[in-house]
């Protein structure tokens, strides 16, 4: 069995770490994690020490690091394939990918005007024309992948897959800006913040010492 070691960035503001560190929690895998504070003189240094993108997340396994959370999330699919992580049906799994990777490398209005801040409410904020669009099209591909793969459970492709973890903290911004969203967007929205997983999450988020100034 391998050591691993997920660096993760602060539970309350990391969006990127949290999508592994859910990948691996699904999958039952046993981990070690570091948490790596952001916004710190030493942070740079001390995330180059581990990572060599000096960006987090990122996974030591044993003497290899992967970085990337979805490149994390692709390898913790292949050690737990009984898992699910990816839908077993060619077509989901790979609208699955689309979805996942489309969020990996976009909505960036979302992004810069919503930061994921998971304990605090800020209904109202950061809502701008560019942001109305990256919702607009995140709930239509919701809805999509739901109205034709969902039909075993909650989440995107009916069980909790990577789609999900690559969603999840889009899911913690929408409940911390509350923009107005369709019944539909809100009920996949509460099955989200009702994993145990995602619990597990919020619950250390507010445990922790650190506060940015977002807003
Ligand atoms: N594409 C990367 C992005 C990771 C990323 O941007 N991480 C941010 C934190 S959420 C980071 O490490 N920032 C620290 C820095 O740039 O100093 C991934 O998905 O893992």
Same mark, same amino acid.
């Not at 981990?31 to 180059?48: H, N, V």
């Not at 701008?128 to 669009?133: E, F, L, M, S």
């Not at 989440?155 to 999900?164: N, Q, T, V, W």
């Not at 899911?171 to 911390?176: D, E, L, N």
């Given at each position: 069995?391998?050591?691993?070691?997920?660096?993760?960035?602060?539970?309350?503001?990391?969006?990127?770490?949290?999508?592994?560190?859910?990948?691996?929690?699904?999958?039952?895998?046993?981990?070690?994690?570091?948490?790596?504070?952001?916004?710190?003189?030493?942070?740079?240094?001390?995330?180059?020490?581990?990572?060599?993108?000096?960006?987090?997340?990122?996974?030591?396994?044993?003497?290899?690091?992967?970085?990337?959370?979805?490149?994390?999330?692709?390898?913790?699919?292949? &050690? #737990?394939?009984?898992?699910?992580?990816?839908? %077993?049906?060619?077509? $989901? !799994?790979?609208?699955?990918? /689309?979805?996942?990777?489309?969020?990996?490398?976009?909505?960036?209005?979302?992004?810069?005007?919503?930061?994921?801040?998971?304990?605090?409410?800020?209904?109202?904020?950061?809502?701008?024309?560019?942001? &109305? #669009?990256?919702?607009?099209?995140?709930?239509? %591909?919701?809805?999509? $992948? !739901?109205?034709?793969?969902? /039909?075993?459970?909650?989440?995107?492709?009916?069980?909790?897959?990577?789609?999900?973890?690559?969603?999840?903290?889009?899911?913690?911004?929408?409940?911390?800006?509350?923009?107005?969203?369709?019944?539909?967007?809100?009920?996949?929205?509460?099955?989200?913040?009702?994993?145990?997983?995602?619990?597990?999450?919020?619950?250390?988020?507010?445990?922790?010492?650190?506060?940015?100034?977002?807003?």
């Amino acid at each position: 069995v391998a050591a691993l070691t997920l660096f993760i960035g602060n539970k309350n503001y990391s969006s990127w770490s949290l999508r592994p560190w859910l990948a691996l929690k699904v999958a039952g895998i046993a981990f070690e994690e570091a948490l790596i504070p952001l916004r710190e003189p030493t942070t740079k240094q001390d995330i180059l020490r581990h990572s060599p993108s000096g960006k987090l997340p990122a996974l030591k396994v044993d003497d290899t690091i992967i970085w990337d959370s979805l490149a994390i999330c692709e390898w913790v699919a292949e &050690q #737990a394939p009984d898992a699910g992580l990816w839908p %077993a049906d060619p077509m $989901a !799994r790979a609208v699955a990918r /689309s979805l996942s990777s489309e969020m990996h490398s976009g909505f960036v209005a979302l992004r810069q005007n919503m930061p994921m801040d998971v304990r605090e409410r800020f209904p109202g904020q950061g809502l701008t024309t560019d942001v &109305q #669009a990256d919702i607009n099209r995140i709930t239509a %591909a919701w809805r999509d $992948a !739901r109205g034709r793969f969902g /039909s075993e459970g909650p989440f995107l492709f009916g069980k909790f897959s990577i789609a999900d973890c690559m969603y999840a903290p889009v899911v913690f911004r929408f409940q911390t800006y509350q923009p107005d969203l369709s019944e539909d967007a809100q009920a996949y929205i509460a099955a989200m913040v009702d994993h145990p997983a995602m619990k597990e999450w919020t619950d250390a988020a507010k445990r922790e010492p650190w506060f940015f100034e977002n807003k």
